[in-house]
């Protein structure tokens, strides 16, 4: 969890589909579209190649270079636990600083995490980011 | 700690009251207030029911349909523990997002809890919640 | 940590150079300060007297009269340990609430710490706080 928040608020995308299973759902969605029902949001993918092919765009856009980002996040609520796949909710909150020095909220909201634990490590078989604003979809840039 | 931020967090108001003693005291009030030696604050309930009273009376207000909000917490700092009972302090940091997608800090302080751990349990005998903004109450709606 | 935050938000700044040993580093720079290669950031000292008398001259400035601190941090990601040190690393992010009521994002960013663990105490030989924002120098007061 920490881990996956430095690998973004470092800058070192690369680094973050590792976190992720071969085959895994990745998905950002925000409240209101999972209160009204719809499946899909404003990002999805199901394997890691394609969350290595989504940085592979984002450091060509280059959209990244002009702002950092910070998480903060609560401690993770565990729902379940089974056979080593632990299910487990953990509020975020994701500051934006652009290199003009300006710090806002980026995003705020949930992650609803499906977690495989094997031989010691740690990795997403799904991870569902539900944002309290869908104001964020029109921003979105790089990997929350 | 957690379940309460959730029950609030995901409009599961009701469930809020039961986080409570029975004969309990929970209380909202600014640093201001407490530094001036004020001992009420904008919210003062001293049993359960009057929490019960007041999800009843926010839910037919109907003020809460707009917004949702989203806890970040510290760690407990833990003052004392004897005979089942806790005192700890914990900073807390509360972000409203608007139905419009426009998100704000709502609140931050500390809660100042005494709670009683029994039977495998934990529940509050006292939570008292110090902004550190006064302008707060004019806006207080929701649990915090 | 949690008591290093406590100490300032709630102005027991007198506290402050007690978590410091002696002979200790302490340092708030910038993310793009850090970037460039620039030893030195907005403040420095290298000794626990030092930061005595910064607390001194900020009681003497009352420049921290009309506002308030609230920490939020992440969990510490531990880099290594040996020997009785700990490297680690911590988000952070503080907010400040005027007395008028008004609260903003003061500073986020990373604490940088090299702590010592001796005879069941912890002290920081030391703190290097990176903020995201490089605008942070021309408002800073208080310790962070």
Same mark, same amino acid.
């Given at each position: 969890?920490?881990? +996956?928040? #430095?690998?973004? $608020?470092?800058?070192?995308?690369?680094?973050? &589909?590792?976190?992720?299973?071969?085959?895994?759902?990745?998905?950002?969605?925000?409240?209101? =579209?999972?209160? @009204?029902? +719809?499946?899909?949001?404003?990002?999805? @993918?199901? %394997?890691? *190649?394609?969350? /290595? $092919? #989504?940085? #592979?765009?984002? !450091?060509?856009? =280059?959209? +990244?270079?002009?702002?950092?980002?910070?998480?903060?996040?609560?401690?993770?609520?565990?729902?379940?636990?089974? =056979?080593?796949?632990?299910?487990?909710?953990?509020?975020?909150?994701?500051? #934006?600083?652009? !290199?003009?020095?300006?710090?806002?909220?980026?995003? @705020?909201?949930?992650?609803?995490?499906?977690?495989?634990?094997?031989? *010691? !490590?740690?990795?997403?078989?799904?991870?569902?980011?539900?944002?309290? %604003?869908? !104001?964020? $979809? /029109?921003?979105? @840039?790089? &990997?929350?």
């Amino acid at each position: 969890m920490e881990d +996956y928040a #430095r690998a973004i $608020d470092l800058d070192q995308l690369e680094r973050w &589909p590792g976190f992720f299973d071969e085959k895994c759902i990745y998905k950002v969605t925000s409240r209101e =579209n999972v209160e @009204a029902g +719809y499946p899909f949001g404003v990002l999805f @993918a199901d %394997s890691r *190649g394609m969350l /290595t $092919d #989504r940085v #592979r765009s984002l !450091r060509e856009a =280059n959209i +990244y270079e002009g702002q950092v980002y910070r998480h903060l996040m609560g401690r993770p609520f565990i729902m379940s636990m089974d =056979n080593g796949l632990v299910q487990a909710e953990t509020s975020f909150l994701i500051l #934006r600083t652009m !290199r003009t020095g300006e710090m806002s909220t980026f995003a @705020a909201g949930v992650y609803q995490d499906r977690v495989r634990i094997a031989d *010691g !490590r740690a990795s997403f078989v799904e991870r569902v980011v539900v944002c309290d %604003s869908s !104001r964020v $979809d /029109t921003l979105l @840039a790089l &990997p929350l």
